[in-house]
């Protein structure tokens, strides 16, 4: 039994919320009807471009037909709302203390990708009350069949605050550029995740690069030091992205590189992406996977056997 069901069973029939709750656990049951992918967004180290790609891949996964919620989990500045040129007013800080529920937060960005804004409550999410934690699942429910594809936008390092988020997600991918720098945060961040909590499985985005062949040639020598020194890693390769002059003028117009240059390099290689993953998703068995990852979410910090799945 996890923390999350503990939880629910120790306040078993003491307020309406938790009626509720347990109701809509019977009526959507872990096999739901959606086939639901949870893929946290990661780096090692800062400005890689882990928020351009969350927004382009949601739009170009929007595309496809998929329904794409954008967590946006990272305590920096430059998020998603940025991107997408949102002005959130309100955030999960506010729904953590029962003031809105989670619908009167959620925003409609870009072709009707649904953002998520967290990042000023992610603090509080790690330091959740038992109360809390069942208002907030309650909350959650009610979004769990809405949505076909999840993605996080963790923000970078090895603060608990990634780590917790990397673990409750069933997919990492890590996104490195091929400065040094950046290669040496991504093997730190997966040493800790494997280390320090079980992690085997991380899917790798190179982004900046000149070609392909560049972008390979990082993935085959990260991997190569992976595989020596951190024997039972799986790293696959997600692709790469190339150094786009559009996707700056992007940001500087707070429009998606994917709307505002559809035919950029950068553009072309999100969709390749967003391919990628709705391949995978459609093959997935249809298993509630969005309910695991609240749960997970709800269920603590990293180190209390939460480790994501694969
Ligand atoms: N493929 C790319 N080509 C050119 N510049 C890029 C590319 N990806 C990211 N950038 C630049 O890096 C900056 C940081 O990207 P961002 O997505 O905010 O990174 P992160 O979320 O990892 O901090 C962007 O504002 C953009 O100027
Ligand atoms: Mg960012």
Same mark, same amino acid.
């Given at each position: 039994?996890?923390?999350?069901?503990?939880?629910?069973?120790?306040?078993k029939?003491k307020?309406d919320?938790?009626?509720?709750?347990?109701?809509?656990?019977?009526?959507?049951?872990?096999?739901?009807?959606?086939?639901?992918?949870? +893929?946290?967004?990661?780096?090692?180290?800062?400005?890689?471009?882990k928020?351009?790609?969350?927004?382009?891949?949601?739009?170009a996964?929007?595309?496809?037909?998929?329904?794409?919620?954008?967590?946006?989990?990272d305590?920096g500045?430059a998020?998603?709302?940025?991107?997408?040129?949102? #002005?959130?007013?309100h955030?999960?800080?506010?729904?953590? @203390?029962?003031?809105? %529920?989670l619908?009167?937060?959620?925003?409609?960005?870009?072709?009707?990708?649904?953002?998520?804004?967290?990042?000023?409550?992610?603090?509080?999410?790690?330091?959740?009350?038992?109360?809390?934690?069942?208002n907030?699942? #309650?909350?959650?429910?009610?979004?769990?069949? #809405?949505?076909?594809i999840?993605?996080? /936008?963790?923000?970078?390092? +090895?603060?608990s605050?990634?780590?917790? &988020?990397?673990? !409750?997600?069933q997919e990492?991918i890590v996104?490195?550029?091929?400065?040094?720098?950046s290669?040496t945060?991504?093997?730190?961040?997966?040493?800790?995740?494997?280390?320090?909590? %079980?992690?085997?499985s991380?899917?790798?985005?190179? #982004?900046?690069v000149? /070609?392909?062949?560049?972008?390979?040639?990082?993935?085959?020598?990260?991997? @190569?030091?992976? !595989?020596? &020194?951190?024997?039972?890693?799986? +790293?696959d390769y997600?692709?790469?992205?190339p150094?786009?002059?559009?996707?700056?003028?992007?940001?500087?117009?707070?429009?998606?590189?994917?709307?505002?240059?559809?035919?950029?390099?950068?553009s072309?290689?999100?969709?390749?992406?967003?391919?990628?993953?709705?391949?995978?998703t459609?093959?997935?068995?249809? /298993?509630g996977?969005?309910k695991?990852?609240?749960?997970?979410?709800?269920?603590?910090?990293?180190?209390? %056997?939460?480790?994501?799945?694969?």
């Amino acid at each position: 039994m996890d923390q999350a069901t503990g939880l629910r069973r120790m306040v078993k029939g003491k307020s309406d919320k938790i009626y509720r709750l347990r109701r809509d656990n019977r009526s959507q049951s872990f096999s739901s009807q959606t086939k639901p992918r949870v +893929i946290a967004i990661t780096s090692g180290k800062g400005g890689v471009g882990k928020t351009n790609a969350v927004g382009n891949v949601a739009i170009a996964c929007q595309r496809m037909g998929k329904k794409v919620l954008i967590f946006d989990a990272d305590l920096g500045l430059a998020n998603i709302d940025i991107i997408f040129g949102l #002005n959130p007013k309100h955030t999960i800080a506010e729904v953590i @203390k029962g003031e809105k %529920g989670l619908s009167q937060i959620i925003l409609t960005g870009p072709e009707g990708v649904a953002v998520m804004p967290a990042s000023s409550g992610v603090q509080e999410l790690v330091h959740l009350t038992e109360g809390q934690k069942i208002n907030l699942l #309650n909350e959650f429910d009610t979004l769990n069949n #809405n949505f076909d594809i999840l993605l996080i /936008d963790t923000g970078a390092g +090895i603060s608990s605050n990634v780590i917790y &988020f990397n673990l !409750a997600a069933q997919e990492r991918i890590v996104i490195v550029t091929p400065e040094p720098t950046s290669i040496t945060d991504a093997y730190a961040l997966m040493k800790v995740m494997f280390r320090e909590h %079980g992690t085997k499985s991380f899917l790798l985005l190179v #982004n900046m690069v000149e /070609d392909e062949k560049e972008a390979r040639s990082v993935y085959q020598n990260l991997s @190569k030091v992976v !595989a020596r &020194f951190m024997g039972g890693i799986s +790293i696959d390769y997600a692709g790469f992205i190339p150094w786009d002059s559009c996707l700056q003028e992007s940001v500087t117009r707070r429009e998606p590189v994917v709307c505002c240059y559809p035919e950029s390099s950068s553009s072309k290689s999100f969709k390749e992406l967003a391919h990628y993953l709705v391949k995978q998703t459609d093959r997935r068995p249809i /298993d509630g996977n969005i309910k695991f990852f609240w749960k997970r979410l709800m269920a603590g910090m990293p180190g209390q %056997g939460n480790e994501g799945r694969d």
